[in-house]
């Protein structure tokens, strides 16, 4: 059985991923020159497309940041003529102006080729019945996998976000067998199958289950992976970079193919910008090798990774990902140590008692900081006794200690008691410094 959407690009050997790299990030060059903003920039700083001679001279080039893409909001970027450009994808923004990626036609159409492929790297085939739980405004998962769902040519139910009852109806009504949802959602979907007693494992014919767009760790995809009774895949994109479709799990589960035809990788100390050690753990730094619009060259994504040493089982070429550690910003320091919250998560989700949801919460009480861990305990743990729930409470209170190094302050909550967030999960609440 072919496992390939693209055998001769996925399984490409290194030297002509280099090669193929080169001439790419040439046109790159040449095409961003067009732009507003990296044409001033390379002409002060005399770059050009012979500044390249192999792909590790892209250090001769800037870094691009959030900052510099909402600096120049809206058209500063694009390299080509308006009406070129056939859609746009902008991301929240809360504060300041959003980011904007434009798209022309041979993007959108490589996108969805680059979705196609990912999925396919997972089992998904054109006799699959695809549902789509994701929001289909600006944010790219909608979109996003509409098309590349549609490219590989599976029934595409796009579904949009929310309302997780008519969810169970369009999974039992047209026989669903693959999801996209971000993996917080599954939890609560998990809840509405037992509130209307239907067993996902063997009332639907659900078998793969493609999250991502937040971080998780893999003691949570277990949990999913159980619920639903799939294989769940992880998902990794960021919109500046068009959105999913960038690096993808394959049927190996172990770590994501970061597609190298079309991203350059880089992975870097945030503090001295320089390549950490192969296998190291830094900040994903990536250019698009195949984009016209709105081409972008070494743009700081700051979601911490590592690349995964060795070649994978499934012959693709293309290196690997581990599982986000989360986003240089989503990290807190607390009496002097760094956590992040996916560290938080991963002693939790190996509790069998403790529930799905869970919420950090950062406090100053009289000059102290406390790190406060509210966390549903499982359905029917609040009938035990209550040393058997103290006992827990400690238990959780030990591992994260360990964990971390800071004693945390845990508060076994209801099933369902803590608030559900719309679209992405919000895992830290920080209260200090607040009047
Ligand atoms: P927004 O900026 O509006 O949240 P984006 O689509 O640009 O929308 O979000 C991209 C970000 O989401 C990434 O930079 C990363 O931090 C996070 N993300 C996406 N996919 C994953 C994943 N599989 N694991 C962890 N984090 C992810
Ligand atoms: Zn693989």
Same mark, same amino acid.
């Given at each position: 059985m072919n496992i390939y959407w693209e055998k001769d690009i996925e399984t490409m050997s290194r030297a002509d991923i280099n090669k193929f790299q080169l001439e790419r990030l040439k046109q790159t060059i040449s095409r961003a020159a067009q732009?507003?903003?990296?044409?001033?920039?390379?002409?002060?700083?005399?770059?050009?497309?012979?500044?390249?001679?192999?792909?590790?001279?892209?250090?001769?080039?800037?870094?691009?940041?959030?900052?510099?893409?909402?600096?120049?909001?809206?058209?500063?970027?694009?390299?080509?003529?308006?009406?070129?450009?056939?859609?746009?994808?902008?991301?929240?923004?809360?504060?300041?102006?959003?980011?904007?990626?434009?798209?022309?036609?041979?993007?959108?159409?490589?996108?969805?080729?680059?979705?196609?492929?990912?999925?396919?790297?997972?089992?998904?085939?054109?006799?699959?019945?695809?549902?789509?739980?994701?929001?289909?405004?600006?944010?790219t998962g909608g979109l996003g996998f509409q098309y590349g769902a549609e490219k590989l040519g599976m029934l595409s139910i796009p579904a949009g976000a929310g309302n997780s009852k008519r969810q169970i109806k369009l999974m039992q009504d047209y026989g669903t067998t693959v999801v996209h949802t971000i993996p917080s959602y599954v939890p609560h979907l998990f809840d509405v199958f037992g509130e209307h007693n239907i067993d996902p494992r063997t009332e639907t014919d659900l078998r793969i289950l493609f999250i991502g767009a937040e971080p998780h760790t893999e003691e949570a995809r277990l949990r999913i992976q159980d619920m639903l009774g799939v294989k769940a895949f992880n998902s990794y994109g960021l919109s500046e970079m068009n959105g999913p479709g960038v690096a993808f799990e394959c049927q190996y589960q172990q770590g994501m193919h970061l597609?190298?035809?079309?991203?350059?990788?880089?992975?870097?100390?945030?503090?001295?910008?320089?390549?950490?050690?192969?296998?190291?753990?830094?900040?994903?730094?990536?250019?698009?090798?195949?984009?016209?619009?709105?081409?972008?060259?070494?743009? #700081?994504?700051?979601?911490?990774? #590592?690349?995964?040493?060795?070649?994978?089982?499934?012959?693709?070429?293309?290196?690997?990902?581990? #599982?986000?550690?989360?986003?240089?910003?989503?990290?807190?320091?607390?009496?002097?140590?760094?956590?992040?919250?996916?560290?938080?998560?991963?002693?939790?989700?190996?509790?069998?008692?403790?529930?799905?949801n869970y919420i950090i919460v950062l406090e100053n009480n009289n000059d102290v900081d406390e790190l406060i861990i509210e966390v549903e305990a499982k359905e029917g743990i609040f009938l035990d006794n209550l040393a058997k729930?103290?006992?827990?409470?400690?238990?959780?209170?030990?591992?994260?200690?360990?964990?971390?190094?800071?004693?945390?302050?845990?508060?076994?909550?209801?099933?369902?008691?803590?608030?559900?967030?719309?679209?992405?999960?919000?895992?830290?609440?920080?209260?200090?410094?607040?009047?």
């Open positions: 732009s507003t903003y990296y044409g001033n920039l390379f002409k002060q700083q005399g770059i050009t497309a012979n500044s390249v001679n192999h792909v590790s001279d892209i250090n001769k080039i800037p870094f691009t940041t959030k900052e510099d893409l909402r600096g120049h909001f809206p058209y500063g970027f694009l390299a080509v003529e308006k009406k070129e450009v056939v859609r746009l994808h902008s991301s929240s923004g809360t504060t300041g102006n959003p980011t904007v990626i434009f798209h022309n036609h041979h993007d959108l159409d490589a996108w969805a080729n680059l979705v196609a492929r990912s999925m396919f790297a997972a089992g998904a085939r054109d006799t699959d019945v695809f549902q789509n739980i994701a929001g289909y405004g600006l944010f597609w190298e035809d079309s991203f350059l990788i880089e992975i870097i100390n945030p503090q001295t910008l320089e390549p950490v050690a192969e296998g190291e753990v830094g900040e994903l730094v990536l250019t698009t090798l195949n984009r016209r619009a709105n081409p972008i060259l070494r743009y #700081r994504t700051r979601d911490l990774t #590592r690349l995964i040493p060795g070649t994978c089982t499934c012959g693709r070429t293309h290196k690997r990902v581990d #599982r986000m550690k989360g986003r240089s910003d989503d990290m807190f320091i607390i009496r002097g140590c760094n956590v992040f919250p996916m560290q938080i998560e991963k002693v939790l989700m190996q509790i069998p008692e403790v529930g799905n729930l103290e006992r827990l409470t400690r238990q959780i209170t030990t591992e994260i200690k360990n964990e971390v190094l800071v004693t945390p302050k845990v508060k076994l909550v209801e099933p369902n008691s803590i608030p559900k967030c719309e679209g992405k999960a919000i895992r830290v609440n920080d209260l200090r410094n607040q009047f």
